[in-house]
């Protein structure tokens, strides 16, 4: 059964970080707020866990829609193929904030994405998923709480994400009430920026 634990961005208790950021090291799958829709996620370096959220999806590994939550672009390099210039100012107005960028992946990505050509990178304005990654000092393998209802896409409720994923999960992050507006994903991995899915981020302010 997994834990139900309360932060808030005003008042992040370090001791609950640290129990998270253990959790995540040790293979958990953890759901927390962010600066959309509520995410389910792992530590990258931990390929049973990418493995174990990949079956909730219902998908393998190769075939998930997976994106990184990163803290900043200060990694980013690690993970990507060399970006130009052009590129890299869309990334710097674009985060931290409500997108999802396509980017290029290196051969640096764990071997469960050895297939990957591509990776989708965000970095979320919110206070508690951001010091979750910068302790644990690496990405965060994310997927979004989708509803299965059919007028609403997503759970915004902790409360109720609770009930629907306390057997599948190993801790429960209630940051308060999340959105209901995914980000806005754009593919910059090719010559030409295309807006995949328009969300909550505002597309004009990128200049793309």
């Not at 005003?10 to 759901?31: A, F, K, P, S, Y």
């Not at 959309?36 to 590994?61: C, F, M, P």
């Not at 803290?71 to 990334?91: A, C, M, R, W």
Request: aromatic share 8%; glycine share 6%; charged share 30%.
């Amino acid at each position: 059964m997994a834990k139900f634990i309360k932060i808030y961005n005003d008042h992040t208790d370090q001791i609950l970080i640290d129990e998270v950021v253990e959790t995540l090291r040790n293979g958990g799958l953890v759901i927390y707020p962010t600066d959309t829709v509520y995410g389910l996620g792992v530590d990258i370096n931990n390929s049973k866990a990418i493995e174990k959220l990949a079956r909730l999806k219902e998908k393998k590994v190769d075939q998930a829609n997976f994106t990184f939550l990163f803290p900043d672009l200060s990694n980013l390099s690690e993970y990507t193929k060399q970006i130009d210039t052009g590129t890299f100012k869309i990334l710097k107005k674009a985060f931290p904030g409500p997108y999802t960028m396509i980017l290029p992946a290196n051969n640096n990505l764990p071997k469960v994405f050895k297939k990957r050509k591509t990776f989708g990178i965000r970095i979320p304005n919110n206070s508690i998923i951001q010091k979750i990654i910068n302790q644990l000092g690496r990405p965060i393998v994310n997927i979004s709480i989708k509803d299965e209802d059919e007028v609403v896409e997503y759970t915004t409720d902790p409360e109720l994400i609770y009930e629907k994923w306390r057997k599948k999960v190993d801790i429960i992050i209630d940051g308060g009430y999340g959105d209901n507006n995914p980000s806005t994903v754009i593919d910059l991995s090719n010559d030409e920026p295309e807006i995949i899915r328009e969300g909550k981020g505002n597309i004009d302010m990128l200049n793309l």
